[in-house]
């Protein structure tokens, strides 16, 4: 089907939407568990409750062989000295692999493999592909001053488990070291 509209869309890299995509919102109470500093959390909470981040998906029908796609967009901030961040995933489709390409702003994302737990951050910055190994839990920050936004393109079938980081969050989180960021482990 060579339809325009299912071939070609125009993403907005500072907004992060996307036409035709559902954005979904996630705000500071979305995260909860999330970042490791509790009182700076519920703080920040009862302060407001920023929105940190949109995701606009284009994830239609599956058949084999096809590819998704979306839109991230996170805004800068730090809640203590970690990072705003994404809950992040694995796949359910633990296999499914992931290119990240970053579109404005500077990031990181972390990386942890499911099966060893090695864990590492790798830059998300314009012009830089990132390739996400299958089985490997990521997570996305926002490490500068403006919006971080950036495209990420995965297998129909790929999906999204959320829960298994929700329930044991990632063994290192990254926090904000001499104006510098820095992968340390989770207390
Ligand atoms: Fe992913």
Known sequence: MLNLEKILTHYDPVTGELPGAIM???????????????????????????????????????????LHYGVGMLMPGKIGDEYFMTKGHLHSWRPAAEFYFGLTGEGLMLFEDEATGESRIVP???????????????????????????????????????????????????????????MIGRK
């Open 124 to 182: 998300l910055r314009p012009n830089g592909v990132v390739y996400v190994p299958g089985h490997t839990a990521h997570r996305t920050m926002n490490v500068g001053e403006t919006p971080l936004t950036y495209l990420g393109v995965y297998p129909a079938r790929a999906g999204h488990d959320y829960s298994t980081i929700a329930k044991k969050n990632f063994r290192f989180v990254v926090v904000e070291r001499n104006g510098q960021p820095a």
């Open 24 to 66: 979904v919102k996630r705000h500071l109470s979305d995260l909860r568990g999330c970042f490791a500093d509790t009182p700076a959390y519920d703080a920040a909470l009862a302060a407001g409750n920023p929105l940190l981040y949109t995701v606009a998906a284009v994830e239609p029908a599956v058949d084999e062989g096809d």
